[in-house]
């Protein structure tokens, strides 16, 4: 990556070596159906997922790679063997409502299939743009700031070596981390992204709370890493 188009982005946001650039991020949150449970009622912190009084009312996406970031921040919370009982714990919570991914887990608790579930904003801003605001019954909520349910990651842009046209693919990196391309990010009526831009100053105009605002676990991108310990937990568990 060109140094140049790194300096867009804050550090953190990207590679440590320099080979791959954070375009735009997304926080992970609870969405949930106020006909089925009163936000009093939700868990504050993603562990509480695992007590027995929440049989029956979760909805989880396994297979998602969104979940694995999750995980990770479990993991690096809590340990291996209490990330283990607790993915144990969900998945006999969650029973049948064990989705292929996000989009179906907002559309199921949007229809009251499913109390509550663990999706990454844009899901519901996105469902919502879609359907109307007057067919979304579903809400969304963060948990307690600061839990390893509260997790901040990115979606990267990179060039693989084997490219036959660097020059235009480093051209193309440099387009997404410019103010324009992170403004269509920005902008619901241009994109339906409705992640975060986190690029060139560029603030969202989608009515999320403000990405500065966020109080997320303190994990950083190069923490979550591949999500390889993520995996292996979620086999383990037979989540995978």
Partial sequence: MDASTLAHTPARYNSRQGDWLGVSARVSMLIYNPRLIKASQ???SVMQLADPKYKGSPAIAPQETDFQPIVTSVERAHGQPATLRWLDAIK????SHNYPDNETIADEVNRGAAAFGIVNQ???H???AEIGVSNTEARIAYFAAGDPGYVVDVSGAAIVKSSAHQAAAQKFLAYLASARAQETIADPAKSISFEYPIASGVTTQA????FSQLKSYPITVAELG????AIALLRKAGLL
Avoid: C, D, H, I
């Fill in 42 to 44: 939700l868990p504050t």
């Fill in 92 to 95: 006999a919570n969650a029973g």
């Fill in 122 to 124: 844009y899901y519901w």
């Fill in 126 to 128: 996105r469902m919502r």
């Fill in 207 to 210: 009515g999320e709370t403000p």
């Fill in 226 to 229: 591949t999500g390889t310990t």
